[in-house]
T-cell receptor
Framework: DTGVSQNPRHKITKRGQNVTFRCDPI?????LYWYRQTLGQGPEFLTY????????KSRLLSDRFSAERPKGSFSTLEIQRTEQGDSAMYLC???????????????FGPGTRLLVL | AQSVTQLDSHVSVSEGTPVLLRCNYSSSYSPSLFWYVQHPNKGLQLLLKYTSAATLVKGINGFEAEFKKSETSFHLTKPSAHMSDAAEYFCVVIPRNNNNDMRFGAGTRLTVKP
């Protein structure tokens, strides 16, 4: 399977703990996105990388959240001091953007479902 | 600013009957529009996209959507529902001036009755 993969698929943690999620994009894709999806809602944009550079962050991404893509391949999303309100599905997507500005279609992974107790 | 309104949170149809999932958008710029489907425990899958070519867009699994600028709509249709179509469907808008501002609707849950 050469699609976007995410690990773990499920995570249960206690409030105050730190958690880290991993996303492996489609190998030739230079753009990687993180989204959060809460129950009954559509995904909401969190942040975006082009290669290893984090180019945009949503105001939803509080200072407890940090994302990295150190070598322009896989990415990690860390949440520090988790709160119950962080419980959600965290989705990763990747796309192939061009130098001409075309953003390419985003392909999504299966998501990591986080439950904070 | 742009946004997407999916007019029905839940649609129920019988197998073999037509499907209509409604989506209206607002955008200050000529938008790109998408429909994604989300099956339980699976990632979002692109059904189809409109990017200023033909206004009637054909997607996978027999779905199609028509871009109607005068009505600011991008409704998703399928002539004959199949049991495997039961899923959550999301309408998405991206304004032309910001490739990364991908706005999802709240979703429409499609139920298909035998």
């Amino acid at each position: 399977d050469t699609g976007v993969s995410q690990n773990p698929r499920h995570k249960i943690t206690k409030r105050g703990q730190n958690v880290t999620f991993r996303c492996d994009p489609i190998s030739e894709h230079n753009r990687l996105y993180w989204y959060r999806q809460t129950l009954g809602q559509g995904p909401e944009f969190l942040t975006y990388f082009q290669n290893e550079a984090q180019l945009e962050k949503s105001r939803l991404l509080s200072d407890r959240f940090s994302a990295e893509r150190p070598k322009g391949s896989f990415s990690t999303l860390e949440i520090q001091r988790t709160e119950q309100g962080d419980s959600a599905m965290y989705l990763c997507a990747s796309s192939l953007g061009t130098s001409g500005g075309s953003f390419g279609t985003q392909y999504f992974g299966p998501g990591t479902r986080l439950l904070v107790l | 600013a742009q946004s997407v309104t999916q007019l029905d949170s839940h649609v129920s149809v019988s197998e073999g009957t037509p499907v209509l999932l409604r989506c209206n958008y607002s955008s200050s710029y000529s938008p790109s529009l998408f429909w994604y489907v989300q099956h339980p425990n699976k990632g979002l899958q692109l059904l189809l996209k409109y990017t200023s070519a033909a206004t009637l867009v054909k997607g996978i699994n027999g779905f199609e959507a028509e871009f109607k600028k005068s009505e600011t709509s991008f409704h998703l249709t399928k002539p004959s529902a199949h049991m495997s179509d039961a899923a959550e469907y999301f309408c998405v808008v991206i304004p032309r001036n910001n490739n990364n501002d991908m706005r999802f609707g709240a979703g429409t849950r499609l139920t298909v009755k035998p």
